[in-house]
Each structure stands twice: as C-alpha cells, then as structure tokens.
C-alpha cells in the first residue's frame, strides 16, 4: 500500500462543474495534510493546507479532512478551464523534519 | 516577498558529466529540499538540509549530494550523469516555525 494514494486521472469534469479529488493515507500519525496544483511543466503550487478534521473554505477551493477515514478531498466549485492541471496531495507524518509525502497526483480536465 | 530562485532554468549536459543546480530559499526560510520530478512520474524526494546540514536523503546513490551555505541557499550536484537522470529539479523551502514547503520554478536537467 503507497502511503499517499491518489486516482491518477484523468478526472475530466464540465466548464461550472464542482470538481472532487480524493487523496487516501496509510499513516495514522499524520499531522497535516497539503493540496498542490502543478501545471504541465512547471513547479507546484501551494492552494490549501488543512490540519484539523471538517472542511476549509478558500474561495472556489474546499478541503475536507477526516482523520478517521484516513480521507482528505479537494472540492473545486465553479471549475473553470484554467483550473486543469495535476493535484498532488502532500501529507506530513509527523516524522523528522516535517518531511512531505506526495501522491502520485490527479489530473484534471475542465472542458468548455 | 520573493519566492524561491532556482538557476539555470535549464541545463543540457552529456552522460558522465557533473551538473550544479542552485537554489535560494524565501527569506527567512532555513529549511531547503530537492525533488526529481521524471516526466510523467511524481515528485521523488533527494535531500533535506537546515541551518547548513544535510538532515535526510531519499533512495538516490551517493552521486548525488550536496550542501547549504550560510545564507541558507543550496546547491545540488549529480556526479556521473546517466541518461534517467533527465527530470525537473525542485527545490522548496519551509520556514522553521512551519510545515508548509514553498517550490521554486525548477531546473530542467537534460542528459544527452
């Protein structure tokens, strides 16, 4: 079993559409729980962060966090063409140094 | 506030050369790692250094190795370059009080 496990995609969702990516951990002790956008070719970006189970809203974007299920999501409101790129969900273990796992990550396509 | 630097943007080397790639953290970070992003593949960690230390590396040979400098930015160097070493190279960094990585643009190796 990964330890961050994410549907490679591609998840192809309609122009105002609410999109939903899913990212499963193995590690209990998981602390803190991250959402990337990387664009084809370029570096990752940093869209959300969440640490306490429930949901955080930052404008069009969600995160959902719920330890118990080892689950976290990314819910995307209003998709909108630029929004297609890979997300790669990132989990601290709580381990050394703050170090970062990374899921293989989602695409996503949002169609006009 | 500047983000994190990386130079070059690209670099072109032939099979058992040496490639320096360089990294300049966010002000105030003193936390920096390098990624190797192969093409198509998800984000593979390489080292961890802070406060001048190497402090974690991943499943990468000993070739690959490298340092940090008193103002905190960093340096990656892959000695005998192979072919599979053609990838993006990330480098992020974290402010100490955080967990939160922040990436640089990258550096597209080419081993020809």
């Known amino acids: 079993q990964k330890e961050v496990e994410q549907n490679s995609g591609p998840l192809s969702v309609p122009e105002g559409a609410i999109a939903s990516l899913n990212c499963t951990y193995s590690?209990?002790?998981?602390?803190?729980f991250f959402w990337y956008r990387q664009y084809s070719g370029k570096s990752p970006e940093l869209i959300m962060f969440?640490?306490?189970?429930g949901d955080k809203e930052d404008g069009r974007f969600t995160a959902q966090l719920n330890k118990a299920s080892q689950y976290v999501s990314l819910l995307i409101r209003d998709s909108q063409p630029s929004d297609s790129a890979t997300y790669l969900c990132?989990?601290?273990?709580?381990?050394?140094?703050?170090?970062?796992?990374f899921g293989g990550g989602t695409r996503l396509m949002v169609k006009p | 506030e500047a983000g994190v630097t990386q130079s070059p943007t690209h670099l072109i080397k032939t099979r058992g050369q040496q490639a320096t790639l360089r990294c300049s953290p966010i002000?105030?970070?003193?936390?920096v790692y390098w990624y190797q992003q192969a093409l198509g593949l998800g984000l593979q960690f390489l080292l961890w250094?802070?406060?001048?230390?190497?402090?974690n590396r991943g499943n990468f040979p000993p070739r690959f190795s490298g340092r940090q400098f008193p103002n905190y930015s960093s340096e990656l160097n892959v000695n005998a370059l192979e072919l599979e070493d053609s990838a993006l190279y990330l480098c992020?960094?974290?402010?100490?009080?955080?967990?939160?990585?922040?990436f640089g643009p990258g550096t597209r190796l080419t081993v020809l």
């Open positions: 992020a960094s974290r402010r100490s009080s955080t967990d939160t990585q922040y």
């Open positions: 590690d209990r002790g998981s602390q803190s």
């Open positions: 969440i640490y306490s189970n």
């Open positions: 990132a989990v601290n273990r709580g381990n050394a140094g703050n170090m970062l796992t």
């Open positions: 002000s105030g970070h003193t936390s």
């Open positions: 250094y802070d406060e001048g230390e190497e402090r």
